[in-house]
């Protein structure tokens, strides 16, 4: 990346440098530090509307005959105020994977019947749970769970989760693929469809609805890869279920994180879904949520030190990897930024406190000279980031706040 893409690849009318100023969402960022400390995670409501009703537009765009339906990926981000502001919007339902995401769901307003449940390898505790749930609709994800399922709702009517054996990533990154050459826990494979249909037959529950989900965080040169998921899994399974009426896409729309990323044109992803289900009786459900939350928040850290340490220039902060961990663990870069930029910036490597050698936010970021500034920003922090969060070592301290959709 060059020092002039470090500068503009990221930013927009929310998130910008004005007279060398860095704002977000209409605040100046030196001024979020100051009231949140650090650190802190800081989203902004509105940029989550703009997301939500840009898929609706390209929903709009797709002319589905049956209509569709936008669930949002509450493992992404499960802050509380964040589920209530979307629930009032009435723009989506929930796609949720534990009972209790279905609990914390229902306490933000959302209704039984506005959660779809997906999830593997669940308990006896777990179904007896989601039983109690009235309304709730259920995928099924593997034989076991049909089978648990039938035993206590007999009659039900059910989706399952197919496998087709084909994943789709950004940038093919295989620590984001949920299917592919390598077997997954996810979902019925081809060669189990029989079974899981004689299953289904015998406790008498109806498979409406067929789910996958693939991968995560793909943009527009991985359509060509989900186009060819979505004709797989409609004629290796939905064209084989009868009682279908819904198809669930998945989710796994995805954000930039570096220059060379680009934007995902969903002109482009509208056109696929056109192509399968603009002719086909299909109810179609999405369920995104790194898309419609992680360009939405910011991570705001506390610089600890600078130093050069051989030949590379480190700045610390006072966050590791265990408050955010997409870059540890999926390779997914957070763009630092400092709250003001004047002059040359110089490569840096930002650090983090945990004693990990695997704790390093971003290698050679381009930065401005950072004296007299005592915070940095990560972008991309809206998603996948709070809610994977751990105390690894007892450093687990953080703060989240929502900023509310007003005209400043």
């Given at each position: 990346m060059t020092e002039q893409e470090a500068l503009q690849w990221w930013q927009r009318d929310d998130l910008c440098y004005r007279g060398g100023e860095l704002f977000f969402s209409g605040f100046a960022v030196s001024t979020l530090a100051k009231r949140f400390c650090s650190p802190s995670f800081v989203y902004s409501f509105a940029r989550v509307r703009q997301n939500l009703e840009r898929v609706h537009a390209a929903l709009e765009d797709a002319k589905l005959p049956m209509g569709s339906t936008v669930l949002y990926a509450m493992k992404a981000n499960r802050f509380g105020p964040l589920l209530t502001s979307l629930q009032q919007t009435g723009l989506c339902g929930i796609d949720a994977c534990s009972p209790k995401?279905?609990?914390?769901?229902?306490?933000?307003?959302?209704?039984?019947?506005?959660?779809?449940?997906?999830?593997?390898?669940?308990?006896?505790?777990?179904?007896?749970?989601?039983a109690r749930v009235e309304g709730l609709f259920v995928d099924c994800d593997s034989l076991h769970a049909i089978k648990a399922w039938g035993e206590l709702n007999p009659g039900a009517h059910i989706g399952i989760r197919v496998n087709p054996a084909m994943g789709v990533s950004r940038a093919d990154n295989d620590k984001l693929q949920y299917a592919g050459a390598t077997a997954t826990k996810f979902g019925?494979?081809?060669?189990?469809?029989?079974?899981?249909?004689?299953?289904?037959?015998?406790?008498?529950?109806?498979?409406?609805?067929?789910?996958?989900?693939?991968?995560?965080?793909?943009?527009t040169s991985e359509l060509p890869q989900w186009d060819s998921v979505i004709a797989a899994c409609l004629e290796k399974f939905v064209a084989r279920c009868p009682d279908v009426k819904t198809v669930n896409v998945g989710g796994g729309l995805g954000v930039p994180h570096v220059a060379n990323d680009g934007t995902l044109d969903l002109g482009k992803w509208s056109a696929v879904l056109h192509k399968h289900f603009g002719h086909r009786k299909f109810h179609v459900e999405i369920e995104p949520g790194e898309y419609i939350v992680k360009d939405a928040g910011i991570l705001l850290l506390e610089k600890?030190?600078?130093?050069?340490?051989?030949?590379?220039?480190?700045?610390?902060?006072?966050?590791?990897?265990?408050?955010?961990?997409?870059?540890?663990?999926y390779s997914l870069p957070f763009q630092p930024l400092a709250p003001r930029c004047s002059g040359a910036l110089r490569k840096v490597t930002v650090v983090g406190n945990i004693n990990e050698a695997l704790d390093v936010w971003y290698r050679d970021a381009w930065l401005p000279s950072l004296e007299g500034q005592d915070s940095l920003v990560l972008i991309n922090a809206g998603a996948y980031s709070a809610s994977m969060a751990s105390n690894h070592c007892m450093r687990g301290e953080m703060r989240e706040f929502l900023l509310a959709d007003v005209e400043r």
């Open positions: 995401e279905v609990e914390q769901a229902m306490s933000c307003g959302f209704l039984p019947e506005q959660i779809s449940f997906t999830a593997g390898s669940l308990s006896r505790r777990d179904v007896q749970a989601l019925i494979y081809e060669e189990q469809l029989d079974d899981a249909l004689a299953l289904a037959q015998q406790f008498g529950l109806k498979i409406t609805k067929v789910h996958f989900h693939t991968g995560c965080g793909y943009l600890t030190f600078e130093e050069t340490k051989q030949f590379t220039r480190f700045v610390g902060v006072d966050a590791g990897f265990n408050i955010a961990p997409e870059p540890a663990y």
